[in-house]
């Protein structure tokens, strides 16, 4: 037997689902805190402070820092996903693509790609509506595209996609603001309020206006 020595007694003050590094899934994990104490012959005798917190995955144990639980879990991350492009198309639909049929198809088709396989056209008018009407969740959402102010599309668009962009790879969110470009160009050419609401995109998703004024322009020269 060691003479002396420090043990840990550790304690699980929560627990969820997170995604696991080490497993590189989903799993269930036990956040925990410890206490540190000097032992004599294994008798703890004086307190040596404080240890953790820690994340312990309840598959592999594996012990990770509480940053972990700052990365959405796959399930949470295909969500923000879909919301993402939903959000994109009724953007674009709302900045006056709803007028066009081409449009409104390339939106349904988007949306229903991204996950919303049941929406059809109609939802996303009604949508579009809603918020033209003031009756959405910001008032004059719809109004600021043709305003040039873009406050109230600014924060929606950073609430469905803000979150989202640091967990995405540039090409990643190169690929949200392209789908929006399709769409929009789907009757023609960009319209002025269409290129502030993808200007709008691009900075929610922390691209640079340099690189979304490239790829916009990129996206117009691509063959439909």
Same mark, same amino acid.
């Given at each position: ?23 590189? #899934? ?49 399930? !949470? ?26 449009? !409104? ?6 949306? !229903?790609?991204? #996950? ?7 939802? %996303? ?29 600014? /924060? +929606?668009?950073? +609430? ?11 090409? #990643?969110?190169?690929? /949200? ?5 399709? /769409? ?13 609401? %993808?200007?709008?995109? #691009?900075?929610?998703?922390? /691209?640079?206006? +340099?690189?979304?004024? !490239? ?10």
């Amino acid at each position: 037997m060691r003479v002396w020595g420090v043990c840990t007694t550790w304690h699980t003050v929560g627990d969820g689902e997170f995604f696991c590094p080490g497993c590189g #899934g989903d799993r269930n994990y036990r956040r925990r805190t410890g206490r540190r104490r000097l032992t004599v012959l294994g008798v703890p005798v004086l307190a040596r402070g404080d240890a953790g917190p820690v994340v312990v995955c309840s598959s592999c144990h594996g012990r990770f820092g509480t940053d972990v639980l700052d990365h959405p879990t796959t399930t !949470r991350f295909s969500a923000m996903l879909r919301d993402a492009v939903h959000t994109v198309a009724l953007a674009v639909l709302a900045a006056g693509g709803a007028e066009a049929r081409p449009t !409104r198809e390339a939106a349904v088709c988007a949306v !229903r790609a991204a #996950g919303f396989t049941d929406c059809t056209e109609r939802q %996303l008018l009604s949508l579009v509506e809603a918020l033209a009407a003031d009756t959405g969740r910001l008032p004059g959402w719809a109004e600021d595209f043709h305003e040039h102010s873009g406050t109230a599309l600014t /924060i +929606e668009l950073h +609430e469905a996609l803000g979150p989202l962009a640091p967990h995405l790879a540039p090409a #990643g969110r190169e690929g /949200i603001l392209l789908k929006g470009a399709r /769409i929009a160009l789907a009757d023609g050419p960009y319209g002025p309020a269409e290129r502030e609401a %993808l200007s709008a995109v #691009g900075a929610a998703l922390s /691209i640079c206006h +340099e690189d979304t004024e !490239r790829l916009l322009a990129a996206a117009a020269r691509t063959p439909s």
